[in-house]
């Protein structure tokens, strides 16, 4: 399995180089966004209302603060993950939700809401990782009985792997009428995001963090099994841990926010062609992406019907089928 | 010193490789030859434990390559396999970086940006380190791959068919190069090769295999004759000498 279709691109590289930004630069474009989402809604925050009225406090606290920070977690945690899961099957296709570990999620999570209705969100969260977990496991025992003989493989089987076990959910919510509860917890919403409600979020930080200081090794174990074995690697290990942080991550994801479409598809590729795919290097600019991208998606959809809210599903799930073509039409054109 | 004890692997009942013993030369540069399906990138990975044998082991000083804690042995012996396409976009450095990863374990110390820089200088790539690997010709990125074999600074270095797809010029620059690593560095350099005048010129030494065995081992002189590769290949090839160099004409 190769792709190889770069080539034409080192000219784009190389102008985007020459201005290439610095940290500063980075960071200050992260908080001029952070800033703008924190005082954009539906009820006017200002700085002086701020400063002066208690109840415009308590909205920033409650709900504009958390709701700031879930974007950039969840933003740079899913594009991580993607990243993550590219080096691990070796291909630039697959993210969490093509590869049956968000629908192995959802289904943790009907299920967790089936048997133990009462559970707290952390409870949820385990559950919800182990279905990934165990989903995202057989996903890639399919993968290996299958011959890849073309990139699109992976994903097309991922989708649908995860296709059926989201019918099976769907099948199993719907008899026990928990759709629309199912559907409001899988489709990313960060309206729904109130202090006390998504906190988990700082758990799939923190797990995105370990995943980073392991980026080396998920780098070798996408050169292959026998380079990677080679040099001292144990593959198998390797994608291990890599299934249990992604796993983690996405339940945390799944059940707090709704995973969000597109995410960890796009960031990585475009920062692969940036920067490239050592993950060491690349996993910061990977993590500012997700969140610029993340936080710009749901200031949009905040503004465009203002003082209504257009979830970010849509708009991201715009702007991400855009950016995909445009990555697909670049490296088969 | 590698040795070969008893040693056969078998695909879905069938054998590819079945060595009784074979012990491999100290220093210098070993060519393995032979046909199609002679068992030599088999027996090449089994050596480079990236395929368990079916019966049999191979060892390494002494001690069954299996039983090395995998870093130990990737600070020993690197093994470099054909068709070495990556999914990952590295550049040149990143790749070469990655050869020190049994030392350095991602935390490059001084000693290992010493060698990445002379492995680097060593196959001419000082200019291409920033390069993407797919930006690079067939020729480039084939010595990136050594350049990381060499930064492993192992003892043993094993190559599977390391000309493929390469033109004469490039082909002959990567084979003075393992030359180079065996007589300069002290490796010991072993290599699957399929062009039998690259094999007769570069190597010290010749293990020739045919239907998963070893038909005949030993220095060029006593491999590279009309009758063996004959019998070898089941072709009239001739093999002649002039101004005291071997040349196999592969027409008869």
């Not at chain 1, 980073?212 to 099994?225: C, H, I, V």
């Not at chain 2, 074979?22 to 030599?40: D, E, R, S």
């Not at chain 2, 050594?146 to 270095?157: C, F, G, K, R, S």
Request: aromatic share 8%.
């Amino acid at each position: 399995m190769t792709v190889r279709s770069y080539t034409s691109t080192s000219q784009w590289a190389r102008a985007v180089n020459l201005v290439q930004m610095k940290p500063l630069l980075y960071c200050f474009v992260v908080v001029l966004l952070i800033a703008a989402s924190l005082l954009v809604g539906a009820t006017g925050v200002g700085l002086t209302s701020l400063l002066t009225d208690p109840d415009a406090r308590e909205i920033f606290l409650i709900s504009r603060l958390p709701r700031s920070a879930a974007l950039v977690l969840a933003g740079a945690s899913s594009a991580i993950m993607g990243a993550i899961v590219q080096r691990l099957v070796s291909n630039h296709f697959v993210e969490p939700s093509t590869m049956g570990t968000v629908d192995s999620a959802g289904f943790g999570l009907l299920a967790g809401l089936l048997f133990l209705p009462d559970a707290p969100p952390m409870w949820r969260m385990v559950i919800a990782a182990a279905g990934a977990w165990l989903g995202t496991a057989m996903f890639l025992l399919l993968l290996r009985s299958v011959p890849m003989r073309s990139p699109l493989m992976p994903p097309l089987l991922g989708i649908a792997f995860g296709g059926i076990i989201g019918s099976a959910t769907s099948f199993i919510a719907y008899r026990f009428d928990l759709m629309q509860a199912m559907s409001s917890w899988m489709t990313a919403d960060f309206s729904v995001v109130l202090s006390g409600r998504y906190e988990l979020l700082y758990v799939a930080g923190g797990i995105t963090l370990l995943g980073w200081f392991a980026a080396d090794r998920f780098t070798l174990a996408g050169m292959g099994d026998d380079i990677a074995r080679g040099l001292g690697l144990n593959p198998t290990m390797v994608l291990a841990i890599g299934i249990t942080i992604v796993a983690v991550v996405t339940g945390a994801i799944v059940v707090t926010v709704g995973f969000i479409p597109f995410l960890g598809l796009i960031v990585p590729n475009l920062i692969a062609r940036w920067r490239g795919d050592n993950l060491r290097r690349s996993l910061p600019l990977v993590a500012w992406l997700g969140a610029v991208m993340t936080l710009a998606c749901d200031i949009f959809g905040r503004l465009i019907f203002h003082p209504f809210d257009l979830p970010i599903g849509v708009t991201m799930g715009v702007l991400g089928a855009v950016i995909f073509l445009w990555l697909l039409l670049k490296r088969f054109g | 010193m590698i040795r070969v004890e008893s040693l056969t692997k078998t695909y879905a009942g069938s054998t590819v490789v079945d060595i009784d013993a074979l012990h491999l030369p100290q220093g210098g540069v070993t060519a393995i030859i032979g046909p199609n399906g002679a068992g030599k990138s088999t027996l090449l990975s089994m050596i480079g434990r990236l395929e368990i044998p079916s019966t049999g082991r191979v060892l390494l000083d002494g001690q069954d390559v299996r039983t090395f804690r995998n870093n130990t042995l990737a600070r020993r012996l690197a093994v470099l396999k054909q068709d070495n396409t990556l999914a990952a976009r590295l550049t040149v450095h990143d790749l070469v970086a990655f050869g020190r990863y049994p030392y350095s374990r991602g935390r490059p110390t001084q000693e290992d940006r010493e060698q990445i820089d002379a492995a680097l200088d060593l196959v001419g790539l000082q200019d291409f380190r920033y390069r993407f690997l797919d930006e690079l010709s067939g020729g480039q990125r084939q010595r990136a791959f050594i350049a990381m074999v060499l930064a492993q600074d192992t003892e043993y270095a094993l190559f599977d068919e390391p000309l493929n797809s390469l033109d004469i010029n490039h082909a002959v620059g990567v084979m003075r190069l393992l030359g180079h690593a065996a007589d300069e560095m002290g490796k010991t350099v072993v290599v699957v090769l399929h062009d039998l005048n690259f094999a007769a010129r570069h190597a010290d030494h010749i293990i020739a295999m045919q239907a998963g065995k070893v038909v005949e081992a030993g220095p060029v002189a006593r491999i590279i004759r009309e009758d063996l590769l004959r019998r070898l290949y089941d072709t009239g090839l001739t093999v002649t000498t002039r101004n005291n160099r071997v040349f196999v004409d592969v027409f008869g």
